[in-house]
């Protein structure tokens, strides 16, 4: 039979896992708000029977159960739901990259207002029409520069700020990648402190949730790969280990050689290192490398920029998305300059000594930023009526000068683009560009609220899991309240039992 002792000592273990699970619970209970937190249970499992399997086992009625243990305090973890986690957010880091930086483009633009550059281009066109209707008045050349003035003035302001948003994208991806390399520091000196515990056969269920939200943060700025590797000593079979990270390409395939962020086995880290090359502004280039967190000793080059995230989406928007409708303004206002004053040189108030109705920079280089109306020139300067063959002024009254300077606006078509593969005319070119821009945003957009609609579903999913309810916990503290209670009776139960065996029998 089993003395009354080993029933003591059950209880005595009764009431120690059921303090532990109400320890649990309330730790539950006060990182229901905590960020990252994924809920925890006890483990229980019975104690040994009595009697042991033996050849000198005592004989009876069977195995007596003999109570309960605690075997682990775990965390509620689905790591198929993470992974999902992990991949949405990295889709979506993309997308609100990108999104981001389109937005900024369509304000810039500023297109279809009052005050954007399609509009100055009409109220120019219709300053000509004005010239051309009124030839051989004076006052409306005066007008024709305000104008010309107001549509070189967008262009500049354009320009400009386009560039102060590219600047921009330029220090977001050299902040980003010192957050990726942070990151890797953090999650790296955790795989530390949980080697540490693990080997002492703990379980770091806060450090876990820690190195976890570290990881999904990592995930959203580059695609990664996360492979666990067992702690050295002595772990429980439920450890899940050092985190081994990856940065992978968007399809998930690895670099070669591997470029290995967090090496788990190793408890090292290495740093990601962008080198950005802004010597021809039109065309700018980032190129990515994995380094020894020295930042000097290459591990892996040549990453290319296919491994998707955040920090791809401001790499994009950098180097191709800004530079190319930069890249199209320049051109369109070259070809305003250029044609607008090839057809100044045809009229009456043309004069070699002033120059061109429209200029570029000290060079003679036409840009977007560059572009300005010739300030020599005054109204009487810009008249309406054309040159004959042999270069003498038409008589007053003529109106082809002006007509030939707004047909460049509206009715000439040009390769703008330089190549000459299609032609088009400047307003055309304009609202193409306008249109394009237009399209890729909402692209962009709809992308980003696809990408975050799943996102929120796979954390929606991980919360019903890992979240904490309060409800249920508090369910929880009910039932080991009780069970506590029960425990305690049973050991004034057993008590009286003892006073019994000790002072009343014989």
């Keep these: 039979m089993i003395p009354i002792f080993s029933s003591l000592d059950m209880m005595q273990r009764a009431l120690q896992v059921t303090q532990t699970a109400i320890q649990t619970t309330g730790h539950n209970i006060s990182n229901a708000n905590t960020d990252g937190y994924s809920r925890q249970r006890v483990n229980l499992t019975t104690w040994t029977p009595y009697p042991g399997i033996g050849i000198n086992a005592a004989r009876g009625a069977g195995q007596i159960g003999t109570g309960v243990n605690d075997d682990a305090i775990v965390r509620i973890r689905d790591q198929f739901v993470d992974q999902q986690v992990r991949d949405n957010s990295n889709e979506n880091g993309y997308w609100s ?25 009409d109220g120019f066109w219709q300053s000509l029409q004005d010239l051309a209707g009124n030839a051989g008045t004076s006052g409306t050349g005066t007008v024709v520069l305000q104008n010309g003035a107001a549509v070189a003035d967008t262009f500049n302001y354009i320009g400009t700020s386009l560039g102060k948003v590219q600047d921009n994208l330029n220090q977001q991806i050299t902040e980003n990648t010192k957050l990726i390399n942070n990151y890797a520091d953090q999650i790296n000196a955790l795989n530390s402190q949980i080697n540490k515990q693990e080997a002492n056969g703990l379980l770091a269920n806060d450090l876990y949730d820690q190195r976890d939200a570290l990881t999904e943060k990592l995930a959203q700025l580059v695609n990664i790969k996360v492979t666990k590797v067992p702690s050295g000593g002595n772990p429980s079979p439920l450890a899940e280990g050092k985190y081994t990270i990856e940065m992978v390409d968007g399809t998930g395939a690895s670099y070669s050689p591997a470029a290995t962020l967090v090496d788990g086995a190793a408890l090292t880290n290495n740093h990601l290192k962008a080198t950005i090359d802004t010597t021809n502004s039109s065309a700018p280039t980032v190129t990515m490398a994995m380094v020894q967190s020295d930042d000097t000793t290459a591990v892996s080059t040549g990453l290319g920029k296919d491994f998707s995230g955040k920090l791809q ?35 009456a108030g043309y004069d070699s000594t002033k120059g061109d109705f429209f200029l570029g920079d000290s060079s003679g280089i036409v840009t977007a930023l560059t572009i300005h109306v010739n300030s020599n020139l005054t109204g009487s300067d810009v008249k309406a009526n054309g040159l004959n063959a042999d ?30 593969s299609d032609t088009m005319t400047l307003k055309s070119y304009l609202q193409s560009l306008i249109g394009q821009i237009g399209v890729n945003s909402q692209s962009a957009q709809q992308f980003t609220s696809n990408s975050a609609t799943t996102l929120a579903a796979a954390q929606n999913r991980r919360s019903s899991i890992s979240g904490v309810s309060l409800d249920e916990e508090l369910t929880n503290l009910i039932q080991f309240q009780h069970s506590y209670g029960a425990a305690a009776k049973v050991v004034t139960t057993l008590d009286t039992l003892l006073d019994t065996l000790i002072n009343k029998m014989g």
């Design 313 to 347: 989406g401001l790499i994009d928007a950098y180097t191709n998305d800004y530079p190319s409708v930069l890249k199209s303004l320049d051109n369109m206002a070259s070809t305003l300059a250029t044609e607008m004053n090839t057809a100044y040189q045809k009229t």
């Design 391 to 420: 270069g003498t002024a038409k008589p007053s009254g003529d109106n082809s000068g002006a007509t030939a300077m707004a047909n460049v606006i509206a009715t000439n078509a040009y390769a703008i683009d330089g190549t000459g």
């Design 97 to 121: 990259a990108l999104s981001d930086a389109y937005g900024q483009m369509e304000d810039i633009i500023n297109e279809p207002t009052d005050t954007g550059i399609s509009s100055e281009l």
